[in-house]
């Protein structure tokens, strides 16, 4: 037997997971051509719009060349027709055609100037190169492989919590983040989402955004603990969860009073606790509950204590 008691009730609790980066982003080929240089190498950090590499662009020169003279003739031909109109050489149909010729002469001369621009390979997002897969004379396809990219000046601590724990949760909440790896430093967490529903496993996945210091020691791939703190709670009645008949859902128990009498009792529970169970309504300090041996017994049953 046990005696029903309140007991501080501390909700700390810990959880581990895994570090991953705050941006990773895999570059690939846009066009086919041959790189004449590579900028960067692995290790180096690049910023946003940065150029990487160099891809040889003498067709789309032409390209551009041949796309500025169809446009500079379809400005011509279109002046000369909308001069005609008011002689009443041409038709308005005439002058509406040159004009729309004119308009696609334009688009086509900003394509070949965007393809040229495309040529010089940029960063899209601040990070440090984990992978270079190309060289200088590489002969690229649409679609191959030239960087990657990963920013790790904020990561995110990806864990998992069981009911319990999801429900003292909530976005936005703090956590303070360590390393597996460096104990000794500390780092602030934020929860920026908890998802709505359990895995395969009963546990909810949860994702702690991080900001690395100055040196980023925190690396993608790394094992990491982050820990909740909670205001200190009054003293609850905790229980055994064998205490319960069956489950913990059938919310009875059996206490036996001071004629070793069983009695069945019916409870409010609150929170589970790993194997304690809080009773909000039903039992008083100090009623013995009976732990083991209840599929025996009914209300009124008289129990041999066993000390």
């Given at each position: 037997?046990?005696?029903?008691?309140?007991?501080?009730?501390?909700?700390?609790?810990?959880?581990?997971?895994?570090?991953?980066?705050?941006?990773?982003?895999?570059?690939?080929?846009?066009?086919?051509?041959?790189?004449?240089?590579?900028?960067?190498?692995?290790?180096?950090?690049?910023?946003?719009?940065?150029?990487l590499a160099v891809v040889k662009?003498?067709?789309?020169?032409?390209?551009?060349?041949?796309?500025?003279?169809?446009?500079?003739?379809?400005?011509?031909?279109?002046?000369?027709?909308?001069?005609?109109?008011?002689?009443?050489?041409?038709?308005?149909?005439?002058?509406?055609?040159?004009?729309?010729?004119?308009?696609?002469?334009?688009?086509?001369?900003?394509?070949?100037?965007?393809?040229?621009?495309?040529?010089?390979?940029?960063?899209?997002?601040?990070?440090?190169?984990?992978?270079?897969?190309?060289?200088?004379?590489?002969?690229?396809?649409?679609?191959?492989?030239?960087?990657?990219?990963?920013?790790?000046?904020?990561?995110?601590?990806?864990?998992?919590?069981?009911?319990?724990?999801?429900?003292?949760?909530?976005?936005?909440?703090?956590?303070?983040?360590?390393?597996?790896?460096?104990?000794?430093?500390?780092?602030?967490?934020?929860?920026?989402?908890?998802?709505?529903?359990?895995?395969?496993?009963?546990?909810?996945p949860v994702k702690i955004r991080?900001?690395?210091?100055?040196?980023?020691?925190?690396?993608?791939?790394?094992?990491?603990?982050?820990?909740?703190?909670?205001?200190?709670?009054?003293?609850?009645?905790?229980?055994?969860?064998?205490?319960?008949?069956?489950?913990?859902?059938?919310?009875?128990?059996?206490?036996?009073?001071e004629s070793n009498t069983a009695?069945?009792?019916?409870?409010?529970?609150?929170?589970?606790?790993?194997?304690?169970?809080?009773?909000?309504?039903?039992?008083?300090?100090?009623?013995?509950?009976?732990?083991?041996?209840?599929?025996?017994?009914?209300?009124?049953?008289?129990?041999?204590?066993?000390?």
């Amino acid at each position: 037997m046990v005696a029903a008691s309140k007991e501080p009730l501390s909700l700390d609790f810990s959880a581990n997971g895994k570090f991953a980066a705050g941006q990773e982003l895999r570059f690939a080929a846009e066009m086919a051509g041959r790189v004449i240089s590579v900028l960067v190498d692995e290790g180096d950090y690049v910023k946003k719009g940065q150029t990487l590499a160099v891809v040889k662009t003498d067709n789309l020169a032409v390209d551009i060349r041949n796309a500025e003279d169809a446009y500079q003739n379809a400005l011509r031909d279109k002046q000369r027709y909308e001069n005609a109109f008011q002689t009443g050489g041409v038709t308005r149909q005439q002058v509406d055609q040159a004009i729309l010729a004119l308009r696609n002469a334009e688009a086509k001369m900003e394509l070949a100037k965007i393809k040229a621009s495309d040529a010089n390979i940029r960063a899209s997002i601040n990070g440090i190169i984990n992978k270079r897969m190309i060289e200088p004379g590489s002969v690229l396809a649409p679609g191959t492989q030239l960087f990657e990219i990963v920013d790790v000046s904020m990561l995110t601590l990806d864990i998992a919590v069981d009911e319990s724990q999801v429900a003292r949760l909530q976005v936005g909440a703090d956590a303070v983040i360590k390393a597996s790896v460096i104990p000794d430093k500390q780092f602030e967490g934020k929860i920026e989402f908890i998802a709505p529903k359990a895995d395969e496993n009963l546990n909810f996945p949860v994702k702690i955004r991080v900001k690395n210091n100055a040196g980023s020691s925190l690396k993608a791939g790394m094992y990491g603990i982050a820990s909740f703190r909670f205001q200190q709670q009054e003293p609850a009645m905790l229980i055994p969860r064998s205490a319960f008949i069956g489950s913990v859902s059938s919310n009875q128990v059996f206490v036996a009073d001071e004629s070793n009498t069983a009695r069945l009792k019916t409870v409010v529970t609150g929170r589970l606790l790993g194997d304690k169970v809080e009773v909000v309504r039903g039992l008083q300090e100090g009623e013995r509950l009976i732990v083991s041996g209840q599929v025996n017994l009914t209300d009124g049953t008289l129990v041999n204590v066993l000390q």
